[in-house]
């Protein structure tokens, strides 16, 4: 393909997911209406490429949503939530704002506390943490993987603006070394959580005995540090995790290896379409 797609709010028959098709936000939105069976559209973008379309649909205020947005980290405004993915555009106008929204409607409702830690810890800690690693030149495989599964456009425009964008993104997502041995901390702490409370609850991480919305947010968000084969419901390949740098390997085996990133695999084999 030439140039991704694009559409009219207006002329749409069925939802329209917009995202950027790597991100493990937009795999938990993805997960949710793939897991309702909900016909659906995805509307991918490449990162920079994606400001266009989500901006326009964002444009009101009211179709920002209050929940986390990359540039948090940096104490970046909250302005940025004008292009934040992913969201949802239904046939009758109106916007779901962000993933939270787009999992309870489709899925139902996620334990509050749950929500907080996962939305503004794990996700964010493992945003800046696989960035850290797919943005660095010296791994350029990794990104070029992801690139190439993109349409002409916007490899072309990463040609272009590549090192532009990945400026921009080192510095919103405040990435740096230091940073990263926090978000390191941070990912294991929540994983160290989860997998005690899986030890007394093997089915979920509320007290239910079948696996919930929260634990969909939990498997999706926390799937970056675990790797599932089957990621994004094979939407897009992220490359086999032999082709990590070292350092990376370690951290994905050291999480496959908890009860918490146990759950992620075994939930990713049985319960992802
Ligand atoms: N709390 C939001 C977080 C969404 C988010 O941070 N999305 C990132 C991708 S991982 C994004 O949109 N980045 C591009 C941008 O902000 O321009 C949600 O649950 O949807």
Same mark, same amino acid.
């Given at each position: 393909?030439?140039?991704?797609? +694009?559409?009219?709010?207006? =002329?749409? !028959?069925?939802? %329209?997911?917009?995202?950027?098709? $790597? &991100?493990?936000?937009?795999?938990?939105?993805?997960?949710?209406?793939?897991?309702?069976?909900?016909?659906?559209?995805?509307?991918?973008?490449?990162?920079?490429?994606?400001?266009?379309?989500?901006?326009?649909?964002?444009?009101?205020?009211?179709?920002?949503?209050? +929940?986390?947005?990359?540039? =948090?980290? !940096?104490?970046? %405004?909250?302005?940025?939530?004008? $292009? &934040?993915?992913?969201?949802?555009?239904?046939?009758?106008?109106?916007?779901?704002?962000?993933?939270?929204?787009?999992?309870?409607?489709?899925?139902?409702?996620?334990?509050?506390?749950?929500?907080?830690?996962?939305?503004?810890?794990?996700?964010?800690?493992?945003?800046?943490?696989?960035?850290?690693?797919?943005?660095?030149?010296?791994?350029?495989?990794?990104?070029?993987?992801?690139?190439?599964?993109?349409?002409?456009?916007?490899?072309?425009?990463?040609?272009?603006?590549?090192?532009?964008?990945?400026?921009?993104?080192?510095?919103?997502?405040?990435?740096?070394?230091?940073?990263?041995?926090?978000?390191?901390?941070?990912?294991?702490?929540?994983?160290?959580?989860?997998?005690?409370?899986?030890?007394?609850?093997?089915?979920?991480?509320?007290?239910?005995?079948?696996?919930?919305?929260?634990?969909?947010?939990?498997?999706?968000?926390?799937?970056?540090?675990?790797?599932?084969?089957?990621?994004?419901?094979?939407?897009?390949?992220?490359?086999?995790?032999?082709?990590?740098?070292?350092?990376?390997?370690?951290?994905?085996?050291?999480?496959?290896?908890?009860?918490?990133?146990?759950?992620?695999?075994?939930?990713?084999?049985?319960?992802?379409?």
């Amino acid at each position: 393909m030439i140039f991704p797609s +694009s559409f009219k709010i207006e =002329q749409i !028959s069925v939802p %329209h997911l917009v995202t950027i098709p $790597y &991100s493990h936000y937009c795999e938990l939105a993805r997960w949710a209406m793939d897991m309702s069976q909900t016909e659906y559209k995805e509307m991918k973008y490449m990162p920079g490429y994606h400001m266009n379309v989500v901006g326009r649909l964002r444009k009101k205020k009211e179709n920002r949503s209050n +929940s986390s947005f990359a540039g =948090q980290e !940096s104490d970046h %405004h909250g302005g940025r939530r004008k $292009y &934040s993915v992913p969201l949802v555009a239904m046939p009758d106008g109106t916007i779901l704002r962000d993933s939270w929204e787009i999992l309870e409607k489709f899925m139902g409702p996620v334990d509050p506390s749950w929500k907080d830690l996962l939305d503004n810890k794990l996700g964010i800690s493992l945003r800046q943490l696989a960035y850290f690693y797919y943005l660095n030149p010296k791994n350029k495989d990794l990104l070029n993987n992801i690139l190439n599964q993109t349409t002409l456009s916007e490899r072309i425009y990463w040609f272009f603006f590549g090192n532009i964008v990945k400026k921009s993104m080192y510095e919103l997502m405040a990435i740096t070394k230091e940073n990263i041995e926090e978000s390191k901390k941070v990912i294991f702490d929540v994983f160290e959580k989860a997998s005690e409370k899986l030890n007394s609850n093997p089915h979920s991480l509320t007290e239910e005995s079948f696996f919930t919305p929260t634990d969909m947010a939990f498997c999706a968000l926390g799937s970056i540090a675990v790797f599932p084969e089957k990621y994004s419901g094979n939407t897009v390949k992220m490359g086999s995790i032999e082709s990590f740098p070292t350092d990376y390997q370690e951290i994905i085996k050291f999480c496959r290896n908890t009860t918490a990133g146990k759950f992620i695999l075994n939930c990713y084999e049985t319960k992802r379409l």
